[in-house]
């Protein structure tokens, strides 16, 4: 079984947000992780592999700092890892989709594990692109996962309940919470991964330039949301405060 | 060129979803504006019944696709109408509620397209003659305006509550259109709902939430009675979910669900930055805690500083009076 696992590098979830001189987010001072969602996917590969035999390789469009997500990838048991540069390119979840096609295009692949959104500025579309343009089956926000005989059958989550779906391999599964509980690297892992091969590529190397990437959402203008300021405590004996509350819902804030 | 405003009418079993209204209800005013007409698109087995209801919140026209392999939504099944639709017409853009079918359909649909799709938007203006979506990003922590400026449909999803649903009464135009479901490669085994008399979370105007200061599971049973009175969906925090005490449907948070509600009642809830990332765009923000430092009160519109199993159950009797 050969398991492709796609693997974005993010911000902290505690990350302070700031704008730089460009009025862009910022990230100099942040610290970065792999996607929470993104771990999921890498174990749920190495469980499969365990099973079933086979190699997982990590993959990740990013900057060169976006090597730390791989080696932790590789940490808790990947057997390798392509990074492909986007250098100066802007991109949106269709270039970036592009690019990971691509470089998966010239592996061999049964499965492609991803997580079903970045925390960043994901926007839960990436993985089900890559999907698309490979012509491959794609079942999003997944919290169980079988594979046998060539299919995947996989349970995943809705508004009002779940579903059990089969799809024929290969096919691209997003991870949701609940699928697993990602592994920790261990001290031997961590070791063993500062050896383990990582692929670095450009865009050059996929014989893909601005014009085939260039993307389809541009971003205008960024912001950061005026804080939401404190409202009032409601004073007095749990009786008293319950019962001025429920005044103020409805006649104050007229929310009830 | 690319002309009309789609609107994406999502359905489960007989019911249209309450965001499809509030998407017709925004694209009537922005149809209008661009001088365009606005559209809704309807798929299922069975469904065309609904199609005059969406007319009653301003489409034009009403695309009606019927199909028994439509009966339950499945990836390729929607994605290949959809995208068919669209090479047909040729609208100008395509908007969808940003729920789980919303999310599923309109990433392949894009891609198939080869366009640009803005998801789960809170906003939507007109710049020129573009429509300019607003995206929080960085869970909440900033907001950018984006376009696509060249690539034709323009897509969003957009999250549910973002706009209020405005009855604005057409006769719409009802058109039977042809095109199959061709090729399924998801093959659905089982479905499992989960009865539930309460709105869904991410579509719910009021939501009560209870956190690791609810103690044990049995304890969720007085934000029940609260959510009962209220009309409410019941939600947790990480904490919560993590214990076992609830299942993680019911998180709101930056790994779990992201809600809009007009009232969120955080109960024993400490206010952790992850936790809000899932809440703050709610309109009024209650919390209950024993702790006055709680980061919670820092964003709450009304905060009581007390014990919650004495509060709650309290405020549900006031406001069974006050409902009642
Ligand atoms: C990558 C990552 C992702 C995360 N994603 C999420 C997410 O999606 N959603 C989420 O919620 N968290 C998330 N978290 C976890 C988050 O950091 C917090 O740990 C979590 O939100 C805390 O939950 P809590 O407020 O219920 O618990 P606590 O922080 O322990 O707070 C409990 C509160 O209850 C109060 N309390 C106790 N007893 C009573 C009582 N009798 N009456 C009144 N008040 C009482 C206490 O004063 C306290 O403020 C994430 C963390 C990480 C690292
Ligand atoms: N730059 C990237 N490199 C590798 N994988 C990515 C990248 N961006 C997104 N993905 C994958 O696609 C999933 C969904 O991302 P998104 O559509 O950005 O929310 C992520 O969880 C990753 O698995």
Request: aromatic share 4%; glycine share 10%; with cysteine.
């Amino acid at each position: 079984m050969k398991i492709a696992v796609l693997v974005k590098q993010t911000f902290d979830t505690e990350a302070k947000i700031i704008l730089d001189v460009n009025g862009k987010i910022s990230s100099s001072g942040v610290s970065l992780i792999m996607n929470p969602y993104d771990e999921f996917a890498v174990e749920e590969g190495l469980r499969i592999k365990e099973k079933e035999g086979g190699e997982v390789t990590v993959i990740s469009v990013g900057g060169q700092q976006a090597q730390d997500a791989l080696r932790q990838a590789l940490a808790m048991g990947a057997d390798k890892a392509v990074l492909v540069d986007q250098g100066e390119a802007e991109l949106d979840e269709y270039a970036t989709a592009t690019i990971l096609a691509k470089a998966i295009s010239d592996l061999e692949y049964d499965l492609i594990l991803g997580g079903f959104r970045a925390i960043d500025d994901g926007s839960a579309q990436v993985a089900g692109r890559v999907a698309e343009i490979l012509n491959i089956p794609v079942v999003n926000v997944v919290t169980g996962l079988e594979i046998e005989g060539g299919k995947a059958v996989a349970t995943r989550e809705t508004e009002s309940g779940s579903e059990v779906l089969e799809v024929p391999l290969p096919a691209v599964i997003t991870a949701q919470k609940g699928l697993n509980e990602p592994r920790y690297p261990s001290m031997k892992g961590i070791m063993k991964a500062k050896k383990k091969p990582m692929d670095k590529k450009t865009l050059a190397d996929l014989g893909l330039d601005d014009g085939k990437i260039s993307a389809k959402v541009k971003a205008l203008s960024f912001s950061l949301p005026e804080p939401r300021k404190a409202g009032k405590v409601i004073p007095g004996e749990a009786a008293e405060a319950a019962r001025e509350l429920a005044r103020l819902l409805r006649e104050e804030a007229k929310v009830i | 060129m690319a002309q009309g405003i789609w609107v994406f009418a999502e359905q489960r079993e007989g019911q249209i979803k309450k965001v499809t209204f509030e998407l017709l209800s925004e694209g009537r005013k922005a149809a209008d504006q661009l001088g365009q007409e606005l559209c809704a698109v309807l798929v299922g087995k069975g469904v065309a019944g609904m199609a005059e209801s969406l007319g009653e919140y301003g489409a034009d026209k009403v695309y009606v696709v019927e199909n028994d392999a439509l009966e339950n939504y499945t990836t390729d099944g929607y994605t290949n109408v959809i995208a068919g639709l669209i090479k047909q017409y040729e609208p100008a853009a395509l908007l969808l509620g940003c729920t789980v079918t919303g999310r599923d359909l309109a990433a392949q649909v894009a891609q198939r397209l080869q366009t640009g799709l803005m998801t789960d938007c809170t906003g939507m203006e007109i710049s020129g003659d573009q429509l300019v979506f607003t995206r929080p990003v960085y869970a909440g922590k900033a907001i950018v305006k984006a376009a696509c400026p060249e690539a034709r449909p323009v897509m969003a999803t957009i999250r549910p509550n973002t706009f209020a649903a405005v009855p604005n009464a057409k006769q719409a135009e009802i058109i039977k259109a042809e095109v199959g479901p061709g090729d399924v490669r998801q093959i659905i085994k089982d479905i499992v709902r989960q009865i539930s008399e309460r709105p869904e979370l991410t579509e719910a105007d009021i939501i009560v939430s209870g956190g690791r200061g609810m103690k044990g599971p049995e304890n969720f049973k007085i934000l029940e009675e609260l959510a009962d009175v209220l009309g409410a969906a019941v939600g947790a925090s990480r904490a919560a979910v993590d214990a076992g005490w609830v299942s993680h449907s019911f998180q709101v948070g930056q790994t779990g669900k992201t809600v809009s509600p007009v009232l969120y009642i955080a109960c024993g809830i400490s206010g952790a930055i992850q936790h809000l990332a899932g809440m703050s765009s709610a309109k009024c923000i209650v919390a209950i805690n024993k702790d006055e430092e709680a980061n919670i009160f820092k964003v709450a519109d009304y905060g009581i500083v007390g014990d919650l199993f004495e509060v709650v159950p309290l405020l549900t009797d006031e406001l069974k009076k006050i409902i009642a």
